[in-house]
């Protein structure tokens, strides 16, 4: 059974830095990339990254500069570096795994495990 657990959301003020982390028991067989996503109240779900098994990445245009997946293949861990946070950015921020390398591309998680999330918090 896969379990995906995030960590390392918090309250921080605008133009600070938060680092997430998502550990990832259980074997991931069939999974295209990893990556994360958010969603604030009201708001419909938004892909934000997604890191391929060879490294190759994708962001969203709203985090792109500011934001950094990386993974540690060894550990099972995903990240997500996130400086420069602005108020927007406060939302639920979900790990996942994704089937399809077409949703990948997306920045979407429609097939695969997902995570419990970890709050982020940006005041201004």
């Known amino acids: 059974q896969v379990q995906l657990v995030e960590s390392g959301g918090g309250s921080v003020q605008a133009g600070g830095s938060l680092r997430l982390s998502c550990a990832v028991s259980?074997?991931?067989?069939?999974?295209?990339?990893m990556g994360w996503f958010r969603q604030a109240p009201g708001k419909e779900r938004e892909g934000v990254a997604i890191?391929?098994?060879?490294?190759?990445?994708r962001y969203a245009d709203s985090v792109k500069g500011r934001f950094r997946i990386s993974q540690d293949n060894v550990k099972k861990t995903v990240y997500l570096q996130m400086n420069s946070l602005r108020p927007e950015d406060t939302a639920m921020y979900y790990c996942a795994d994704e089937v399809l390398a077409d949703n990948c591309n997306a920045l979407a998680f429609n097939i695969g495990n997902w995570g419990r999330g970890t709050q982020v918090t940006v005041s201004s």
């Open positions: 890191i391929y098994s060879e490294g190759r990445t």
């Open positions: 259980g074997y991931i067989y069939s999974s295209a990339c």
